[in-house]
């Protein structure tokens, strides 16, 4: 932290704004200018309570943060890109990972069929909610328990890993048991309880970014998993909220580059939710290959026209078809210059 | 639901338009005009995946809700004002209630102290959290159960209310043996599971908007926990997230008047969130009563500087009292207008 | 602005950085911790470009502004609120301001009817748009020199001050002809050239926040005209743009606070463009009152179903009336309020 | 658009909605359902203010529009893909346009060299700002006539078009005499004067999304040129305002896949203003050309350290080098797209 003293600080003023940071356990070493003194404070501690409690003594000027407030999830802590894997598929290497699938698991044959359509066409993920957070209490909430057995006996006929939702610390432990990764919604990023239960299980997790969450507030979240005790998170951009309401969200590509250059942890696109329209996400998941994201999860399903759920930005089968045939050169590129980053690391 | 179709649409295709409302349950009436069809549809059903569903129809050229998504909670299901009674106390009522206490609970000193104070100046609830929703797994997490525990005590030396956040459905039974009002924060208005127990208490919510929540959503959430039992539920304005960086968050003070326009729930302001600042909450607060909120909740801590969190947004003892005495009048008129208000009703 | 050196930097690259800073103007001197060099700037130069040009550098970990980049319309530079004149009426003193009439001059009779009505109910600013903004270019773009005409008439029927927009530097002088004060719209803000043009008249400037501009911008923006020779500027919030679309704008009441604060120049709240709704308006004038404003600008129209522009949110005359019947005793309290204020002062 | 009647309104009532749609020179037709009546009107006319017109109407429960409010600009108006050639380089075509240099012009070494640099390295415009828009009065505001002079000196020594702003009505006679396309900043987006003066023009423009702006408002501002007499537009996605502060503004760059969907006309991406920090640039551009942009905008100095604006988001030469050696495997497969698109229409 550097702290700058108001212009007319007084020396007494000066060593109260010391004592109290030491009291949260820094170290001081203060500066005098010509106009006012600048307080640095070097250690581990409280950060925020720290700076919250300097900003709230009459004779500070202001106090500002320098190092990151998190930690386990830095490029400082792993400099080297994190592979995670779950069901023997590594995310975060050297393939570009589909994870592909219904919004909603609707019935037997919906899910099946699909599984192996997806299957078929490039995905190594089937996505479908089992458990379902909706807006309104009066639409589908899921298949619930059915749901996941519904997910898994698909797991056994395709081959392919499952993601589901998990949206209660009370569900983690039936959900981690059928699925390969446990996805966080956006509504749920900062449900600090539900963090803390993902951080004691041995599953991976995908950790979506809230609408209106910042990139530091995701990375934030991301610790609570990882100090808790489960290093196996990946990220998610998924579109945040603005005023722009031509789609559903605003897709933050640049979110992918940065989280990049600030983290280790592999970043998943969702060019579905993040558009909320199925004619713009072939294009959107083109951009997300070519900045470098680590996979696309994006929702397809047999008749998307009447999907439970989500139906307007649901690809169809033939759409995903096409899309993975134009997504092929780029995800080619993409392939490239994997190899060419781990030769120079 | 209104939906207009495109300009060349087929009689098959407007068919099976039509036919598709009909299976989500819904009659259908149609019109012709003279360049495109608008179809009406009509009933009870799960309006959101009908929407998704006729806009993933390519001959659907816009498809709009009409009526509101929420029942229970609006104005049309009951056009008269809830009071909500909590520990003998109305809210919503023809008296002006203020939520006062710490941000956290820290120790019985600060607590007992806090309580004393602000029971002595006006206040009729005591705030303070024992489980604290925190963006960093390093910062201060409450006290959890000996918090509860203080709270109580305080309760019971000093005859006020209590109102405290509870974050994570496992906890709710909990909470609800100690406090009189469950707080649900600003990050939780969507924990489904979360709100759903709520609905199976006996005890009243009183529901933060989230930070990127639009009042609609608000609505939904409450409608969620009326939907599942508990109809006491009082909203509260805290600020929502925008691009403004000089305020902790942009207090929406309009949305007190869209929401008393649009549900009969009562409506509580927190000034000191909303704004960050010590300094902008009693004038805040002032607005907060002119607008017709049906009370405040206030942060106020004995030494804010020494607070464990939210230090730079909690009034001292002082300028709580200040802030009380500054309000008296502008209280006075606002009973006034409740009492023209009952009597034309 | 202080600047902090990245954790190794050696001596040469931190000289380096002094040199830079210097070649800006400004003087340094530096503070050795046990982590990192700590760099305080000071003096006067393009703190903008300095800033930008040591973040390009790559040594350094953060550089960061300390004093506010505006001074002429600082509290600092003058302590004492500005009373502002414009045809004979004080804004920013002791009386509560009130603007009032339609969105647009449409004709003679609608302007003078309007006139009429709003003077005799409390207003003693006639608003009306001769030159109007429009999103479109096929709506109505205002009647243009004979709409200035006619609100000179009315003025001369009513003696009310008059208010309107001008939307180019070119047409300043036009409209300083007829206008008592000058408004500038949201969208033209950060009209640079208008700015400088309005620096340089002898007339009363409004300056209304743009839909997405910070607080600080707004008084970087009335700086310019304080900078170019017109220290005559009034503030105006007027609502911002979020995601919310409940009400055509997000008032930032706060922000009324907040330049109290920064500023010593009166601020105004436009309740209409704030909300888009009627119904709103007169609550949310309350708060405006409450908070602190020095007035409101308001739109009223003979027949609101019938104007060719912002119909939605223009008051009725038995509307406006009502309204400045409810505001009489809070406007009360704001003088008692304002003239404990010059007591202490 | 389609007017949804409240529940109970009578014949009269109706009657009345019909009529003032008539006055607005809209046909009617009107539709019996079972709980409401709707209302559809046909025609061209003041949409907006129809539509404030029948909101402020107290049987009215919602008004719509369905058809979109721009024209000339739409797809609908001109289905292919229009080209626009400036200086004899075709934009919206099947090269992938690349337009650099630096934020501002500041001396005849520096706009030279850059020149000379980006044109051998891929680039066929050259940008500079001689008139900058700048938040504070006390910087540098650009060498103006002289920047324009030095500008049209670099197109001679190698042959790049010149894209440059202009900020004011006044001077878009003088601007366009040295550049061939007249640039429109963010802040100048809805300066609607100025869009008047560029109609009269016969040169091209490039017209940048404001800061929080809509698509639908840059498309309506697109066609205020359009219809005032001048069709070659360009739109620019230079990011938008949100809460997110990692980067300078918020990169919306799905709005280029639905740019290219609701209009003809040509789109640019600008990486620099969009993020704010040359590191992320390199990145962005990418996704830039897989999402179909029909060429960038970069900043480019040859000592972005000493940049008398934006050095931290501009490239220095040999890292717009590496850029362009990275894009080119990217362009080449945006030109296969291309062909293969003119092909198919």
């Known amino acids: 932290m550097i702290i700058s003293m108001k212009r007319h600080a007084t020396k007494a003023e000066i060593e109260e704004v010391c004592d109290r940071i030491r009291e949260f356990g820094y170290k001081v070493h203060s500066s005098e200018g010509e106009e006012r003194v600048i307080i640095g404070a070097v250690g581990i501690g409280d950060v925020t309570a720290c700076l919250e409690s300097l900003e709230a003594m009459p004779q500070v000027e202001k ?3 320098i190092s990151a407030p998190y930690k386990f999830v830095s490029r400082e802590f792993r400099p080297a890109k994190s592979q995670i894997r779950a069901d023997g598929i590594e995310i975060g290497g050297d393939e570009f990972v589909v ?4 919004c909603s698991v609707e019935s037997e044959a919906q899910i099946i069929e699909t599984a192996r359509f997806v299957a078929q066409h490039g995905a190594s993920f089937l996505r479908g909610g089992a458990f379902k957070p909706r807006t309104s209490p009066y639409e589908f909430q899921g298949l619930q328990l059915d ?3 519904l997910l898994y006996q698909a797991k056994q006929e395709t ?3 499952i993601i589901t939702e998990v949206m209660s610390d009370a569900d983690v432990g039936l959900v981690a048991e059928y699925a390969d990764i446990l996805q966080i919604g956006a509504r749920n990023m900062q449900n600090f309880a539900l963090l803390k239960a993902l951080g004691k299980i041995n599953r991976p997790v995908m950790l979506k970014r809230g609408m ?3 990139i530091k507030e995701l990375l934030m979240s991301a610790e609570y998993i990882v100090a ?3 290093s196996n998170v990946i990220l998610c951009e998924r579109g945040i909220r603005t005023f722009e309401t031509e789609t559903r969200n605003t897709c933050d590509i640049t979110a992918i580059a940065v989280l990049n ?8 696109l969702d060019p579905s939710h993040a558009t909320g329209k199925r004619s713009l996400v072939p ?3 083109r951009a997300g290959v070519a900045i470098g994201a680590d996979g696309l999860i994006v929702e397809v399903h047999p008749h998307p026209e009447k999907a439970l759920s989500d139906g307007a930005q649901s690809l169809s089968f033939s759409q995903f078809e096409a899309m993975m045939r134009d997504l092929a050169p780029y995800i080619a590129l993409w392939k490239q210059a994997r190899v060419a980053e781990a030769v120079t690391a």
Do not use: C, D, Q
């Open 159 to 161: 081959g392919l890993g």
């Open 147 to 149: 749901g996941l057995k």
């Open 212 to 214: 209106s969450s910042t």
């Open 228 to 230: 808790h005790g489960n």
């Open 99 to 102: 994870m592909a699938g219904p």
């Open 261 to 268: 250059e600030l983290s280790h942890l592999p970043v998943i």
């Open 283 to 285: 294009a959107l998941g």
């Open 63 to 65: 106090a500002v943060r």
